[in-house]
């Protein structure tokens, strides 16, 4: 159990329609990043948040946006929802600091399904 | 733009056998290597990693060997395991800058009894 918890696990949402993941990071991590993977294939940085601003973003359009909240979890929404946009969302948890080391530590993942 | 390079894209092995997988790099500003196992329905989980001032790292039956020069690095399973049936995907990060994991397309490895 790396205690990274995402909700909800599965869900299915027609094309056009809007969706919120949520994350639980890592006690103590203070870094929060969003991944995309697609059936068979690896996972996909979205982007990822520190001190409740997003500072990196992979190439995905600005319908895809987040949130960090004080307490270090973080949404993803995701607005106008695309029949690829099916896929297993993860979220990932780290430490970002002096001696924060490298781990990045994954979650189960929010299976999302549009129709 | 696929910057980590993976391969096989899939393999078949004998119980306590030995699995090799080789990824590939193109950007030289990683400077941290992870590699997770995926099982069916669930998130990766970091497995071993390497920085690329180290040519080799082992830790129990994993182990990665890594050439710098070569931009290769590659995961090594010794006497390999029906539950290492899982997939591996092999990583790469910058240390510099924000947290962002480039992942390798994917090994699906199959330890047969």
């Known amino acids: 159990e790396t205690g990274v918890t995402q909700s909800p696990t599965h869900l299915i949402k027609t094309r056009g329609q809007q969706v919120t993941l949520r994350c639980s990071s890592q006690?103590?991590?203070?870094?929060v990043s969003w991944y995309q993977q697609a059936l068979g294939q690896g996972p996909q940085f979205i982007f990822q948040?520190?001190?409740?601003?997003?500072?990196g973003r992979g190439n995905f359009p600005p319908r895809f946006s987040g949130l960090q909240f004080p307490n270090y979890s973080s949404e993803l929404n995701v607005n106008a929802l695309e029949l690829d946009d099916s896929a297993l969302y993860l979220c990932?948890?780290?430490?970002?600091?002096?001696?924060?080391?490298?781990?990045?530590?994954f979650g189960e993942g929010s299976w999302l399904t549009v129709v | 733009q696929q910057q980590v390079k993976q391969s096989p894209q899939s393999l078949i092995v004998q119980k306590g056998g030995i699995s090799i997988i080789n990824c590939a790099y193109e950007?030289?500003?990683?400077?941290?290597f992870p590699w997770y196992q995926q099982f069916p329905g669930k998130g990766p989980a970091l497995l071993i990693a390497i920085r690329p001032d180290v040519s080799e790292k082992k830790e129990g039956r994993f182990t990665i060997s890594f050439n710098k020069s070569a931009k290769q690095f590659s995961l090594h399973i010794m006497d390999s395991q029906p539950g290492d049936s899982a997939t591996y995907f092999c990583a790469a990060m910058g240390l510099r800058g924000y947290q962002k994991v480039t992942f390798g397309t994917g090994t699906k490895l199959q330890v047969i009894p």
């Open positions: 006690s103590g991590h203070n870094t």
């Open positions: 990932a948890s780290s430490l970002t600091g002096v001696s924060s080391g490298n781990t990045i530590y």
């Open positions: 948040y520190y001190r409740e601003e997003e500072n």
């Open positions: 950007n030289t500003a990683f400077d941290y």
